[in-house]
């Protein structure tokens, strides 16, 4: 049995609808609302009497806050758009403040509408439902962290940006000639000339009277290094306004890198020494907007009512405490991290005295992982000095304190390292030296480390190699290695090193800012060289000594070494001997024999032994006695043959 409702039923459950509605004729250019919910009359701060038969475009006329605003356009072609396909269509966040009652300002609103035409039973449009929704909250979140996101990923793009629209004179020039790239009207105007006479010339030709001040050398020197260069109160002589005149500069000289890292040109910013502290401001200011839009990337909010204990957030910060939306607070203190419970408590209760609330303490969510969350509030008190609310906001800090963790092991891990790992400064001194480094060089501490230049740590000789090879190579190519001196800066002691340097870029401008370096004591290596070489030459000599022929071979046969011996009796040099060559003093009719002898018994463990006759080096020819044993290293692989031979 189908149940049908009565007509009144339908309008009381139109008028008391949550969802926003009007309904709209499609008399078309007038659109005359028809009829209207409480929920849109509630959403507008609008009453029935006000918009029933009225024209929509009267009663919602074009954005009253927004003079350039499309939205009639828009609600027009939506309109349109329903009618014409017979389906609904939808105008998605656009801003339509609403007047806010008793006053003659405005309230912001975005909205996002969807136009619902009606059919009648032969399928033609006879009316269509309006129904728009609020999404200003989520239009603001969506903005905030939309700028959050870029401005992590884009730092460097909206640095440039900013550098653009700050009051700064900035100028790209391009190529060996400098040649006017991009220049914007406050650098025109500090050299005294338009843009349009500047663009695609040499600068120096714009300006020739700074030119022999100097300025050549130092672009020359940026363009060819990649090292940046800075002046302050530089004086410039330019002429302006047909007169010469002593102009006073802060500048900057930055390289131009293309994609692909080369270098090819040169950023000058510049601004007159009047202007400094204004621009700084703005510059200090536009920072600190981008700090506080970070800041508000994923950042939750709440209202705890101290006196009932209700507690409202926003989604964030349900999503933060691991809740698809809000719940009541029971439930999120029920996440807490059962070791921080106690230290939530005294947060709270320390809040009411200072006025302020702040701690970090994990939570444990659905999926058993633990998370790190700031919690941060102010106090709201009564006339009476009772405290009544925290306003606060929650940030998940995990992957904050993970990265910290990670550090502290690297540092722990270069802190612990045998060689000498160092970051030096732009401006010539050390500002880290690990303790491996410290020892080698003498430093008592890091404090020492960071009194003491570059230069103290070589003579004036190997600093001159440093100042003019290692640095500018390192600033042009990205590294250098090598060996060089260094100086104990106690004993004194020179001694050398093997040290690998790279350069360190600013991650967003890509501007060096620092050198780092890896630094490996070669002392221990050359006393282990040198003594390996001594015993060398003790064993030459012993063998050398020796009344018969010793020598050594390979797993083919092939010989590696002969003693003096050998070499006086046959009256052929050392080379001569090597690999095969032994065999030409053997008489030809014993070659084959002994070398199928030594063959056979090449790799087979135990002694073997062959005779031979050998050709003197007076003529005469002596039976030879040749014995050996082949030596197999530690895990039993052949590693040579010992052999003497005796006349």
Not at 158 to 173: E, H, K, N, R, W
Not at 489 to 506: A, L, M, Q, S, W
């Amino acid at each position: 049995m189908v149940i049908k409702l009565p007509e009144y039923s339908y309008k009381d459950i139109f008028y008391n609808s949550e969802a926003t509605m009007l309904i709209i004729s499609i008399d078309k250019p007038s659109y005359t609302i028809i009829d209207v919910n409480n929920a849109y009359l509630k959403a507008t701060n609008s009453t029935r009497e006000a918009l029933i038969g009225t024209s929509v475009f009267g009663a919602f006329p074009a954005n009253p806050t927004d003079e350039e605003s499309k939205n009639i356009e828009r609600t027009t072609f939506s309109f349109d758009e329903a009618i014409r396909s017979k389906k609904p269509h939808t105008m998605y966040n656009y801003r339509y403040d609403i007047p806010i009652p008793g006053t003659t300002e405005f309230e912001e609103r975005w909205w996002t509408t969807t136009n619902t035409p009606v059919l009648d039973d032969d399928g033609n449009v006879v009316y269509f439902i309006h129904s728009p929704i609020n999404v200003t909250e989520l239009n603001k979140v969506t903005q905030r962290e939309q700028a959050g996101v870029e401005a992590l990923k884009q730092q460097q793009q909206q640095l440039y940006s900013t550098f653009m629209q700050a009051p700064v004179g900035i100028a790209i020039l391009k190529g060996p000639e400098f040649v006017v790239d991009l220049i914007n009207p406050q650098i025109s105007k500090l050299y005294g000339q338009t843009a349009d006479q500047m663009m695609g010339r040499p600068i120096f030709d714009c300006i020739p009277h700074v030119k022999g001040q100097g300025f050549e050398e130092l672009l020359d020197s940026v363009r060819l290094t990649g090292v940046p260069v800075k002046g302050e109160g530089a004086s410039v002589l330019l002429e302006r306004n047909g007169v010469l005149e002593t102009v006073y500069v802060n500048f900057v000289y930055q390289p131009f890198r293309e994609t692909d890292g080369t270098i090819s040109g040169v950023i000058v910013v510049a601004n007159e020494v009047t202007e400094t502290i204004i621009a700084k401001k703005k510059i200090e200011e536009a920072e600190e907007r981008a700090r506080l839009a970070v800041d508000a990337v994923g950042l939750g909010t709440f209202d705890l009512d101290l006196l009932t204990g209700e507690m409202i957030t926003s989604s964030i910060a349900a999503n933060i405490l691991g809740f698809d939306k809000p719940v009541p607070r029971s439930e999120y203190v029920s996440v807490f991290h059962p070791d921080d419970l106690e230290l939530r408590k005294k947060a709270h209760e320390d809040a009411i005295t200072s006025g302020r609330l702040l701690y970090e303490a994990r939570v444990l969510l659905k999926d058993q992982t633990i998370h790190w969350i700031k919690v941060e509030g102010k106090v709201i008190y009564a006339d009476n000095r009772e405290a009544v609310r925290i306003l606060g906001t929650l940030l998940d800090t995990t992957e904050h304190r993970k990265a910290i963790e990670e550090q502290r092991k690297l540092i722990t891990l270069v802190d612990n390292s045998v060689d000498l790992m160092s970051i030096l400064g732009m401006d010539g001194t050390n500002s880290y030296i690990n303790q491996a480094g410290m020892d080698m060089l003498g430093f008592d501490d890091a404090e020492h480390v960071a009194k003491v230049p570059i230069a103290e740590l070589h003579d004036p000789a190997h600093f001159a190699i440093v100042e003019q090879e290692v640095l500018p190579t390192v600033m042009s190519k990205g590294r250098w290695e090598g060996t060089m001196l260094v100086r104990h800066i106690k004993t004194g002691e020179i001694f050398p090193v093997y040290n690998n340097c790279i350069r360190i870029d600013d991650p967003v401008s890509g501007a060096p800012i620092a050198v780092g370096a890896v630094m490996r004591d070669m002392r221990p290596e050359l006393r282990a060289k040198q003594a390996l070489a001594d015993s060398e030459q003790l064993l030459r000599n012993i063998t050398s000594a020796a009344p018969t022929t010793l020598w050594m071979s390979d797993a083919s046969g092939g010989v590696t070494y002969v003693n003096q011996t050998r070499i006086d009796w046959t009256g052929r040099n050392y080379e001569q001997h090597l690999g095969t060559g032994w065999l030409h003093s053997v008489l030809p009719e014993d070659r084959k024999k002994v070398a199928e002898k030594l063959s056979e018994n090449i790799t087979v463990p135990g002694l073997f032994e062959a005779e031979f006759r050998l050709n003197h080096v007076d003529g005469t020819v002596h039976w030879c006695v040749l014995t050996g044993q082949p030596q197999y290293d530690g895990s039993g692989k052949f590693w040579v043959i010992l052999a003497r031979a005796l006349i």
